[in-house]
């Protein structure tokens, strides 16, 4: 009898202590609330490696920064690192939009969108690292473009058995008429190899709020062998800015028909209006799904009433469930496994 109640008491003692390290361990994790970059900012992008988050961004004119984290609440509070600077004179000095980081190839790259100061004359363009530092200095490599050379913005990369795929918003033709998705194969991480493949146009409903017609902003999401393709539609400027779905069905990426639309996916809710442009990130223990997003604190704010916001989101299968816009102020606990 005795040993028996010896047993329970440490079995008792044992869970309580587990249940007790767990609780620890889960009050050390911070809150924090949205949004963690004030107004006016937007299009953010998002890249975590090697224990760090790094964000990178325009001043809207002519600079690309690069901040480095260990928290992702904490992007907007560390030193940003000014890593290149259009030069006067060229086709891609003004209106640098939307810049992206990628590491690929052993090396870090960025892409953004340009012009000589006429929105119609904007292309991609793309920066390669010099060092192993993503807050070091930049070489110019150039504009990427398909054969076409059409008007394009927010691009982003592919990477699928071993080979690279452009992705980015554009126009059928030299006309601001409607904004589609496309995709095109890369020969390096600099280079379109290839002519562009249109995968969407605004055609249902909830991307069509706002004139021009939008579809923009397309980053990549995978899940086992899933791909998505998570991309904004309807006017940024609107309201009703949100975020639709493209998955590809067969592992056919070049392929129109292996796509399939849905949305939206994350629109618009209370103190969250105009919720869009995404990217995507993992907490630092690899255990959890974050975006990363831009919306409007009041009912038309536009372009100068957009802050950057992050919220964590789940899956459904292979589907991701991205929820509703959190509410500014409502606290959010930061990402698992997050450290000083």
């Given at each position: 009898m005795k040993s028996k109640i010896l047993k329970y008491l440490i079995v008792y003692t044992l869970l309580f202590t587990l249940g007790a390290f767990s609780l620890s361990q889960c009050a050390k994790r911070e809150k924090f609330t949205n949004p963690i970059r004030p107004a006016t900012s937007a299009d953010p992008w998002?890249?975590?490696k090697d224990g760090y988050y790094y964000?990178?961004?325009?001043?809207?004119?002519?600079?690309?920064?690069?901040?480095?984290?260990?928290?992702?609440?904490?992007?907007?509070?560390?030193?940003?690192?000014?890593?290149?600077?259009?030069?006067?004179?060229?086709?891609?000095?003004?209106?640098?939009?939307?810049?992206?980081?990628?590491?690929?190839?052993?090396?870090?790259?960025?892409?953004?969108?340009?012009?000589?100061?006429?929105?119609?004359?904007?292309?991609?363009?793309?920066?390669?690292?010099?060092?192993?530092?993503?807050?070091?200095?930049?070489?110019?490599?150039?504009?990427?473009?398909a054969e076409t050379d059409k008007w394009a913005i927010d691009g982003t990369v592919l990477e699928q058995d071993g080979q690279l795929y452009f992705v980015w918003s554009g126009w059928e033709g030299d006309v601001n008429v409607r904004q589609g998705i496309y995709i095109a194969k890369m020969s390096n991480p600099y280079t379109i190899s290839g002519e562009r493949v249109l995968l969407?146009?605004?055609?249902?409903?909830?991307?069509?709020?706002?004139?021009?017609?939008?579809?923009?902003?397309?980053?990549?999401?995978?899940?086992?062998?899933?791909?998505?393709?998570?991309?904004?539609?309807?006017?940024?400027?609107?309201?009703?800015?949100?975020?639709?779905?493209?998955?590809?069905?067969?592992?056919?990426?070049?392929?129109?028909?292996?796509?399939?639309?849905?949305?939206?996916?994350?629109?618009?809710?209370?103190?969250?209006?105009?919720?869009g442009h995404a990217s995507?990130?993992?907490?630092?223990d690899g255990k959890e799904d974050w975006i990363v997003y831009h919306a409007c604190e009041f009912s038309g704010g536009g372009w100068a009433g957009r802050s950057v916001r992050a919220q964590k989101f789940t899956w459904k299968g292979d589907y991701p469930v991205f929820g509703t816009p959190v509410k500014v102020g409502e606290e959010i606990v930061e990402p698992s496994g997050s450290k000083e």
């Open positions: 998002v890249v975590y964000y990178c961004y325009s001043n809207g004119s002519n600079k690309i920064y690069v901040t480095k984290t260990k928290k992702l609440q904490n992007l907007d509070k560390e030193v940003a690192a000014n890593v290149w600077t259009a030069p006067f004179g060229k086709e891609y000095s003004a209106e640098v939009w939307a810049p992206e980081l990628h590491f690929l190839n052993g090396k870090w790259y960025i892409y953004f969108a340009a012009d000589d100061g006429r929105n119609e004359n904007h292309r991609m363009y793309c920066l390669e690292s010099k060092s192993d530092d993503p807050q070091g200095s930049y070489e110019f490599k150039g504009k990427i473009a969407s146009m605004p055609e249902q409903d909830w991307e069509m709020n706002g004139q021009p017609y939008v579809n923009e902003g397309p980053q990549i999401l995978k899940k086992n062998d899933t791909i998505h393709i998570v991309y904004s539609a309807s006017g940024s400027w609107t309201d009703d800015y949100c975020l639709g779905l493209l998955t590809c069905k067969d592992g056919d990426v070049m392929n129109p028909a292996s796509w399939e639309k849905t949305g939206p996916v994350f629109s618009k809710a209370e103190t969250a209006y105009g919720p995507f990130v993992k907490s630092p």
